[in-house]
């Protein structure tokens, strides 16, 4: 009985190893369709600082003819060309305002594909959260908060310290999201082409930058104030007098220079020491407020290295994955095609 026990299973093992994964193959030669779905970019409400863009229905209409042709741009891509394997649709939605460091009508652009698989010999499309990919436009805020991703805390229930006041601790909640850390090494691709990592940032090349460094002086004044209105007494007296003796570890020269990722084993994070990684803020005199706010004027995606796209793209084809024509797409994106301002 012990020999018989031992025996299944090996048995099992060696049927499942034997069997094929997965009876799955994509229909890259089913022709497709494809639709652009056009939703009002205004009636988004008012942004963090309780304002409200004002994007007019006129407004809006401009925006989604410019985004229109935008598509148009990338219809010309063999995948998107052939439509074949999928059922494309090109959704442009809406974006979050922002009154203090926007302009232009915020939206964003995804492409759907609902692919087309045959699956243990049956024809099946992939239709529920299908295989996609999307990208920003008019955003200079695109990363903020990340690295100063705090919490707000302005609705806090019995607060025990006595500096607390919910639209102070609003205010300074915010101030402090609007602080990133620069999301990657930058490299230079071309004039009004910026690549961070994985993040491309296509801009108007003409333009003051889209992103500003910010100083260690400013941003201990944001970290502090931000814990000094901390409705809890007890984090708030360990957290400032912290925060304040990093900030007296620096020279008064030091101080006034720009912010970058530090020790990372400090409270603060924060150094003066140049690096890859430094503060960064949405600079507001970046916008062309001549043009219409309908305009595009910076557009940021997500597009990796292309030895990254074409293996990514080859192991989907291998094995069945739609997301084989997101990264068929992006192999054949010619960025230079997307060289601001569009015509």
Request: net charge neutral.
């Amino acid at each position: 009985m012990k020999q018989l026990n031992i025996f299944i299973p090996v048995l099992f093992m060696a049927l499942f190893q034997a069997a094929p994964a997965q009876d799955k193959e994509l229909l890259t030669d089913k022709p497709g369709t494809f639709k652009i779905v056009r939703n009002p970019l205004n009636g988004q409400g008012p942004d963090l600082y309780g304002k409200s863009c004002n994007i007019s229905d006129f407004e809006s209409e401009e925006s989604l003819k410019t985004l229109e042709k935008l598509v148009q741009i990338f219809r010309v891509l063999p995948v998107l060309k052939e439509n074949k394997g999928f059922d494309g649709v090109c959704d442009l939605g809406g974006g979050s305002c922002n009154s203090r460091y926007g302009y232009g009508v915020t939206s964003t652009v995804c492409f759907y594909f609902r692919t087309w698989n045959m699956r243990n010999g049956k024809e099946t499309q992939w239709t529920v959260e299908p295989p996609q990919w999307r990208f920003s436009v008019n955003r200079t805020d695109k990363f903020c908060s990340s690295g100063f991703n705090v919490s707000d805390y302005s609705n806090a229930y019995n607060p025990t310290n006595p500096a607390f006041n919910e639209n102070s601790m609003h205010r300074a909640t915010i101030a402090l999201k609007e602080l990133f850390f620069q999301p990657g090494v930058k490299e230079h691709i071309s004039p009004g082409i910026d690549r961070y990592g994985d993040n491309i940032v296509i801009f108007n090349a003409d333009r003051p930058g889209y992103w500003e460094q910010v100083t260690i002086r400013e941003v201990f004044r944001l970290m502090i104030d931000y814990w000094r209105l901390m409705p809890d007494k007890a984090q708030s007296d360990v957290m400032v007098p912290l925060l304040t003796g990093e900030l007296n570890r620096f020279s008064e020269a030091e101080k006034d220079s720009y912010a970058y990722m530090g020790n990372t084993e400090s409270i603060s994070r924060i150094g003066s020491v140049k690096n890859d990684t430094p503060v960064m803020r949405p600079d507001p005199d970046y916008w062309n407020r001549n043009l219409p706010r309908s305009a595009i004027q910076i557009i940021i995606m997500e597009v990796p290295a292309m030895q990254v796209v074409r293996s990514k793209m080859n192991d989907c084809l291998r094995r069945g994955d739609g997301y084989y024509y997101v990264y068929r797409l992006l192999s054949e994106l010619d960025l230079s095609s997307l060289h601001l301002p569009l015509d």
